[in-house]
């Protein structure tokens, strides 16, 4: 006697899966879901990134202190090469310039980390990508969450230096906070394209390096835009004053540096920096989420 015929007999994969309720593994689920998936996350999100702050600096005897040392070694540099040699400051008094230095420096560096750290957040954590379910974007916002971290705990001996040039506390600091949290949601945004793009081309982390170099040259890290292109197209200027690292390093420059009065400034920056927020982090997180179900494959 043949069996007797199912009821599933005749049925595509798809309408099986849609009778039973089954779907596809590893799927990409829609954007409010993801949101609210990641929040779900959000205990696993910061201890991700305060492992791997801890990590970072395991194997060296000064430990945590590169945290600090690394971006004041480089603001010195900047400083005997800039600022004595070609002498950058253009007029600029050394009691303003050194702490406009140290400032665009420690402000640059956050976003060249967090750049940095989110090409290799998927590409070099599949280990853990395919081991686990999780929302893929946990990882690049942990990147950018350690470098924020690393951040304020190098604020300490920014402010130390901008009160030992004569720039006291004053309510102005407080717009320091706005800045960093404007900073840090554009640097979220942008390692998450840059994550989707690693997760792909691994060999973008090679490049990096130079694209983030005439980035730092490109932001009036070590000198005045507008002062050191006096005699060059007004546009020249413009554009590079509403670049987001430009705009960002301006505001924290104008909230702790009593010498860096707005005349240093291009109109409307603070809509700036909240426009570069809202574009960079809404487009970033978008964009990596399309590509959710392909990471960690191939």
């Known amino acids: 006697m043949s069996p007797a015929p199912s009821p599933d007999d005749g049925l595509s994969p798809s309408q099986l899966a849609a009778k039973y309720g089954l779907s596809v593994s590893g799927a990409r689920p829609g954007l409010v879901s993801y949101v609210r998936?990641?929040?779900g996350r959000r205990h696993f999100i910061l201890a991700f990134s305060q492992a791997k702050l801890t990590a970072q600096y395991s194997q060296a005897k000064l430990g945590q202190l590169?945290?600090?040392a690394t971006p004041l070694?480089?603001?010195?540099?900047?400083?005997?090469?800039?600022g004595v040699i070609l002498k950058t400051s253009r007029g600029m008094p050394m009691d303003v310039y050194i702490p406009f230095l140290v400032t665009g420096v420690f402000a640059f560096t956050f976003t060249q980390s967090s750049v940095m750290a989110g090409v290799r957040s998927i590409s070099g954590n599949l280990g853990l990508v395919r081991a686990l379910h999780f929302p893929r974007a946990s990882l690049p916002i942990s990147f950018a969450l350690q470098q924020l971290q690393q951040l304020l705990f190098s604020m300490i001996v920014l402010l130390a230096i901008v009160v030992g040039f004569g720039s006291y506390p004053a309510l102005s600091w407080l717009l320091a906070v706005p800045a960093l949290v404007l900073q840090f949601v554009f640097n979220t945004g942008l390692a998450m394209i840059?994550?989707?793009l690693g997760a792909k081309t691994p060999d973008l982390a090679q490049?990096?390096?130079?694209i983030m170099r005439t980035w730092l040259y490109a932001s009036g890290v070590m000198f005045s835009i507008p002062v050191m292109l006096a005699d060059k197209p007004a546009w020249i200027a413009e554009v590079l004053m509403y670049n987001?690292?430009?705009v960002y390093m301006d505001l924290i420059r104008f909230a702790l540096i009593d010498g860096y009065g707005s005349e240093n400034l291009p109109s409307h920056v603070w809509a700036a920096g909240l426009g570069w927020a809202v574009?960079?982090?809404f487009?970033?997180?978008v964009y990596f989420w399309k590509a959710e179900e392909r990471y960690g494959r191939g």
């Open 66 to 68: 590169w945290q600090v």
């Open 283 to 285: 487009a970033g997180f």
């Open 244 to 246: 987001p690292a430009a």
């Open 194 to 196: 840059m994550a989707r």
């Open 279 to 281: 574009l960079v982090g």
């Open 73 to 82: 070694l480089n603001a010195a540099v900047y400083l005997v090469i800039f």
């Open 37 to 39: 998936q990641l929040w």
């Open 207 to 210: 490049l990096m390096p130079f």
